[in-house]
């Protein structure tokens, strides 16, 4: 079975200083790792995802992630964070040679503080 | 082109009473999946088509709730006889291939409620 975990409820972080949000992910073979941003009653956005390749995915609006197999993590990063980025952030897993699903992590909150 | 989209965006309804949520996916996205998400949690897969075909539906919860998508475009997601535990918010999600590779793109979401 494939798993994520997101160990932290809330993620605090004063404007333009650096955020990360943690994600670690359990799969039986190899992982394809996604991040998903929510605003408020808006649906799931797509921010980035890792398939193969380099480690270091960039996506949308200035964030990336790193893919990290030996420590079965995919951290979200973004060097300098905006209040407009306060959001709520999921990080999902698939397994390559498993189905479709997609297995989400129980969501970040993140805010950002002018 | 547009994004998914879903219909009604809120619904509430009185327990035992039948709900039908609608999913229209990004056109030409051959899969479609449902997924539902409780209140402080990430979305649960329930189940996906590909065109026409529903490939998986494990994680439909009891045979109260079903799902079709009978042309390979719109789908309907009916929740029979509808109970308090079935309130949440129903996510559907297409991606423009069958591969695990493909992207989910998610609609906006139906919340029901279930009184």
């Known amino acids: 079975a494939q798993s994520v975990a997101q160990p932290e409820d809330q993620v605090n972080v004063a404007e333009g200083n650096p955020l990360t949000v943690k994600c670690t992910y359990s799969?039986?073979?190899?992982?394809?790792l996604f991040w998903y941003v929510q605003y408020p009653n808006r649906g799931l956005q797509f921010l980035l995802k890792y398939i193969t390749g380099d480690n270091l995915v960039k996506g949308s609006y200035g964030f990336e992630a790193e893919f990290n197999k030996s420590q079965t993590s995919f951290h979200l990063k973004k060097p300098s964070a905006l209040v407009s980025d306060s959001a709520l952030y999921f990080c999902a897993v698939r397994d390559i040679n498993g189905n479709n699903r997609l297995a989400f992590g129980k969501g970040n909150q993140v805010v950002v503080i002018p | 082109g547009a994004g998914v989209s879903q219909s009604p965006r809120y619904k509430v309804t009185k327990r035992g009473q039948d709900v039908a949520l609608r999913c229209d996916p990004i056109?030409?996205?051959?899969?479609l999946y449902w997924y539902r998400q409780a209140l402080g949690q990430g979305p649960e897969f329930l189940t996906y088509f590909n065109y026409e075909a529903q490939q998986d539906k494990s994680g439909l919860p009891n045979d109260r709730f079903s799902a079709e998508r009978p042309e390979g475009s719109i789908s309907t997601l009916t929740i029979q006889r509808t109970e308090q535990r079935d309130s949440a918010m129903y996510r559907c999600?297409?991606?423009?291939?069958?591969?695990?590779?493909?992207?989910?793109?998610f609609g906006p979401g139906t919340r029901l409620l279930v009184l």
């Open positions: 799969v039986s073979g190899n992982p394809y």
């Open positions: 056109s030409g996205h051959v899969s």
């Open positions: 999600a297409s991606s423009r291939g069958g591969n695990t590779k493909d992207t989910q793109y």
